[in-house]
C-alpha cells in the first residue's frame, strides 16, 4: 500500500466531523482529529509520500519519518493508515477481542478523585457504553454540588445502578480513583468490601511498597487493582516497570496511549499485568488487535468521545460477520 498524500477536512457542520485523510494505492482511509497545522500537512506530505506500507514493521519506517509531529496528529495518522490497510487486526496477531469501556461518572477536588462504572460480564461492546451512558447521564441529572460527600455519591450511584441494570442482561460495578487521597489500608479494604468495588486507581501512596503487597494479597480477587503509568512512571519506560512486578504490587496498570512503536515494548514489560489504556482517538485498532482487556472513556469532551466509540463499534461491527 502506497501513501499518496495526506490531507485534513473540517467537516460539513452536523455531517461529517473534522479529519484527517490518506488517500494509497489501496484506497482512502480516516480518522477523526480535532485539527491539523497547515505546515505539519506540508511535512506529513513532503516526507510520506510514496511511502510504502506493508507489515507491521513498518510502524518504525512511518516513525522515523514523522514521529516528531504532535501525538493526536500522529496517532490520527496510524489509525488513517490502518483504516485502509487489508487485515489490520492480524497485523498484531490473534487477539481479537473487545475491551470492557470503564466509563467516568463524576471528578471533584475533595475527598475520592473519581468515580467510575463498568461491567465485567457484558458481551457487546455497545450494550456496554450505552450502559455506562445512562448511568452518567442519570447521574448528571441529580444536579449534585461540586464537593459532594463521597457516602452520598456511592449511595446515588448505587441506586442508578440498579436501576440500569433492568435494562440489560449484566450487572454494572463502581470502580474509583484514590490518587492523593492517602487513605489507609484499611479505609480501602472497607470501601471495596462495603460497596463492591471492582476497581481501584492508586489506592495508596506509591513508595509504600508494603501496602501495596498486603493490599494485593487481600484484595486481588475481588477487584483490579492498579497504578497510573502517567502519575507514578517518569520517565515511562519497560525499565520502570520492574518496581512494580518484582515483587508484584499490583495486578493492572493504566498506561497513556503512546505511538505504536514507543508502546510495544511498554505493553511487552507489562504483560504479567492487566493493561489498560486511556481512551484516545485513533487507538482502537491496537487496543483491539492487542487484546487489551479495559479502556478508560470520559464524555468530558463529547466529539472526541463518540469518535473513539465510533471506532470501536465500527471494529466489533466487523468482527462480528467474522
Known amino acids: 500500500m502506497q501513501i499518496h498524500s495526506v490531507s485534513f477536512s473540517r467537516g460539513f457542520l452536523f455531517f461529517t466531523s473534522p479529519h484527517l485523510k490518506v488517500e494509497t494505492s489501496e484506497g482512502v ?42 501525538v ?34 463524576l471528578k471533584k477536588s475533595s475527598g475520592i478523585p473519581e468515580f467510575f462504572v463498568l461491567s465485567l460480564e457484558a458481551n457487546d461492546f455497545s450494550k456496554a457504553v450505552l450502559a455506562n451512558e445512562l448511568v452518567v447521564h442519570h447521574f448528571q441529572k441529580r444536579k449534585f454540588i461540586a464537593d459532594v460527600p463521597d457516602d452520598l455519591v456511592f449511595q446515588a450511584l448505587q441506586e442508578i445502578l440498579n436501576e ?67 502519575t507514578y512512571f517518569n520517565p515511562l519506560t519497560p525499565e520502570s516497570f520492574v518496581s512494580v512486578m518484582e515483587p508484584q504490587l499490583v495486578n493492572s496498570v493504566l498506561l497513556s496511549w503512546k505511538p505504536y512503536v514507543q ?27 492487542l487484546g487489551i482487556p479495559m479502556i478508560h472513556l470520559s464524555l468530558e469532551h463529547k466529539k472526541e468521545y463518540h469518535a473513539i466509540v465510533s471506532s470501536f463499534e465500527k471494529i466489533s461491527t466487523s468482527l462480528k460477520k467474522i
Not at 505546515?39 to 516528531?68: C, I, M, S
Not at 479494604?189 to 462495603?194: A, C, F, N, Y
Open 263 to 289: 508502546m510495544a515494548p511498554l505493553l511487552l514489560a507489562a504483560r504479567e499485568l492487566n493493561t489498560f489504556v486511556e481512551g484516545r482517538v485513533g487507538i482502537a485498532p491496537f487496543v483491539v488487535g
Open 29 to 70: 482511509g480516516t480518522c477523526y482529529l480535532r485539527s491539523v497545522a497547515p505546515d505539519v500537512l506540508d511535512v506529513l506530505n513532503k516526507r510520506l509520500q510514496g511511502f510504502v506500507f506493508e507489515t507491521k514493521e513498518d510502524f518504525q519506517k512511518l516513525f522515523d519519518l514523522v514521529g516528531e509531529v504532535d
Open 72 to 105: 493526536t496528529v500522529y496517532l490520527a495518522l496510524e489509525a488513517a493508515i490502518l483504516d485502509i490497510f487489508p487485515g489490520k487486526l492480524s497485523l498484531f496477531g490473534s487477539a481479537k477481542s473487545m475491551p470492557r469501556p470503564i466509563t467516568s461518572v
Open 164 to 230: 440500569v441494570h433492568l435494562h440489560f442482561d449484566f450487572p454494572l460495578h463502581l470502580g474509583v480513583r484514590l490518587t492523593g487521597c492517602s487513605f489507609s489500608e484499611k479505609t480501602v479494604v472497607d470501601l471495596v468490601k462495603k460497596h463492591s468495588l471492582v476497581y481501584i486507581l492508586d489506592p495508596l501512596p506509591f513508595s509504600d511498597k508494603e501496602g501495596y503487597q498486603r493490599l494485593v494479597s487481600t484484595l486481588t480477587n475481588d477487584c483490579f487493582l492498579g497504578v497510573s503509568a502517567v
